[in-house]
């Protein structure tokens, strides 16, 4: 069974320039997540998603943030303009429900320079 | 504020050892509870969880992790640590009311010596 997928890797950008990030969750997840992890940090939540319906969204800095989730399958969520801040890993996840436990995808690295 | 705290930054322990990592956590109700890990440059991975039942919990690669409800603990372990073990290793807590949002903890680096 293929995990979460998630593209790119890695990528650089300099700052106010836009990046976007896509997620494909494992099949049959009806939930998803995008998580922000800093170096040494634990994963934070940016949104979450119930099929199509982002259900929580209050983490997502929505001024140069966001997402879609259209189909309720794949997931992209970007940022236009980036920030030296936003330099982070960002994880996508993926569960059956909301009460299993999350797998999670690589992450895509963000350097903005 | 809900919250999930893991004491120690680091654990080192020598292989062949037992380990610990321990978590306690804030968060009212019955919450469900959840180890990961993590290797470099690679995504959390599921470990273990306790939802309800027997206080301890057993996962992969021969983890296991004992809940305390009065002590509000939920600490990983294993009886014989291998060099292969060292990571990083959060816990989790999934409330069962309000918003249900995973609270993850900030992170335990296991080093185990050889």
């Known amino acids: 069974e293929a995990g979460v997928v998630q593209s790119p890797r890695y990528k650089i950008i300099e700052k106010k320039q836009p990046v976007a990030f896509w997620c494909n969750p494992i099949s049959g997840h009806n939930t998803l997540y995008w998580y922000l992890q800093n170096l040494g940090q634990g994963p934070e939540l940016l949104i979450r998603?119930?099929?199509?319906?982002?259900?929580?969204d209050s983490q997502l800095p929505k001024d140069r943030f966001s997402a879609e989730r259209l189909k309720g399958v794949d997931s992209t969520l970007k940022i236009q303009p980036a920030e030296l801040g936003d330099s982070a890993v960002y994880l996508c996840?993926?569960?059956?429900?909301?009460?299993?436990?999350?797998?999670f995808g690589e992450g895509s690295r963000l350097t903005v320079l | 504020a809900q919250s999930v705290a893991q004491p120690e930054d680091q654990v080192n322990v020598a292989e062949g050892n037992p380990l610990t990592v321990k978590c306690t956590y804030s968060?009212?109700?019955?919450?469900?509870l959840f180890w990961y890990v993590q290797y470099p440059n690679r995504g959390l991975q599921f470990l273990l969880k306790?939802?309800?039942?027997?206080?301890l919990v057993k996962g992969s690669y021969g983890f296991e992790a004992e809940f305390n409800k009065s002590q509000t603990s939920f600490h990983l372990k294993k009886p014989s640590a291998l060099v292969s073990d060292s990571a990083l290793y959060f816990c989790a807590v999934r409330p069962t009311s309000g918003t249900y949002k995973y609270i993850f903890g900030t992170g335990t680096r296991l080093k185990v010596l050889a």
């Open positions: 306790y939802i309800t039942g027997d206080n």
């Open positions: 996840a993926s569960s059956l429900g909301t009460t299993g436990e999350l797998f």
């Open positions: 968060v009212s109700g019955n919450p469900y």
């Open positions: 998603y119930e099929n199509e319906e982002a259900v929580d």
